[in-house]
């Protein structure tokens, strides 16, 4: 199962794609990036999706695309929020067709006109059909999985995306960047003690600058960011282990219990003892 709160791939796609069944926990979970496209279809419920500090709303049989390296985050409204959430290397996709870096993806409800409605709903009709070969599990089921997504991808590729009309600016570029470095740092260092001088040394800026840098290009305090982080990991050991809270939190890198009592029923409105005792 991915980890629905981040889902930077490591490991190379050797079919150019990986399909993911998810099931998030309702409540926030924060932002992160990966290399890939991702498409991701909603099974049941409704979630927010926002893509570069813009939200959008995803119900259960709509999808959306979220473009190569866009910093995403998700706020489930249901306690157990099921995806199919598919990751597409542009690399490995352009054998197919070889300038598809230069082509971005603008693809959610809110892009469905009256013109493109059609073409969108055949995709959402196609993205269900992983599923039902998943469930059958037939030994045909990687061939036949392959085809649907080699399918899908060319859709949104034909009815919802464009060649790049402008390019970045070096400004905007370098900034998206040293977001994503922090991130991934964060993702890599959240357990240990992080300091705020630590960051700010990635771009090698001031405490004071990098403070003001990342809340304008995130909305947020990096210690928001960093306690979300940590938070939802908790989460994930809550459900899926037996540890002791107090060891759960300090595993995951809170280190004061007050502060991460307050963190979490902020982000997931509930307490980490209801979370076992599923009462929320």
């Not at 985050?73 to 598809?100: E, G, N, Q, R, W």
């Not at 992080?194 to 909305?219: H, N, T, W």
């Not at 979300?228 to 990991?233: G, Y």
Request: proline letters at 5%.
């Amino acid at each position: 199962m991915a980890e629905a709160y981040y889902e930077r791939l490591q490991e190379p796609l050797e079919s150019g794609f990986r399909v993911n069944y998810v099931t998030a926990p309702g409540g926030y979970h924060p932002p992160h990036w990966h290399e890939e496209v991702e498409i991701l279809f909603h099974l049941n419920g409704d979630s927010d999706i926002t893509i570069e500090k813009k939200k959008y709303r995803l119900q259960a049989k709509h999808m959306l695309v979220i473009d190569s390296r866009q910093v995403h985050s998700t706020f489930t409204h249901d306690p157990a929020s099921m995806f199919v959430s598919i990751h597409i290397s542009k690399d490995y996709m352009k054998k197919y067709i070889p300038d598809l870096e230069l082509y971005q993806f603008q693809c959610t409800p809110e892009d469905v006109t009256d013109e493109n409605f059609q073409d969108y709903l055949g995709i959402c009709m196609l993205l269900q059909e992983p599923t039902r070969v998943y469930v059958r599990n037939p030994a045909t089921c990687s061939m036949e999985t392959e085809g649907y997504v080699l399918q899908i991808f060319a859709r949104v590729i034909q009815f919802f995306s464009h060649p790049q009309g402008t390019v970045p600016t070096g400004a905007d570029q370098l900034t998206a960047q040293r977001i994503r470095s922090v991130i991934t740092y964060v993702i890599a260092h959240y357990r240990e003690e992080i300091s705020v001088q630590d960051v700010a040394d990635l771009p090698g800026f001031s405490k004071e600058y990098f403070c003001r840098f990342f809340k304008k290009a995130m909305g947020k305090t990096f210690l928001q960011y960093l306690n979300e982080v940590r938070a939802a990991h908790v989460y994930q050991d809550l459900e899926s282990t037996d540890l002791p809270v107090m060891e759960i939190m300090e595993r995951n890198g809170f280190t004061n219990q007050k502060l991460f009592n307050r963190v979490f029923k902020e982000i997931y409105g509930c307490t980490p003892r209801s979370v076992r005792k599923k009462e929320h």
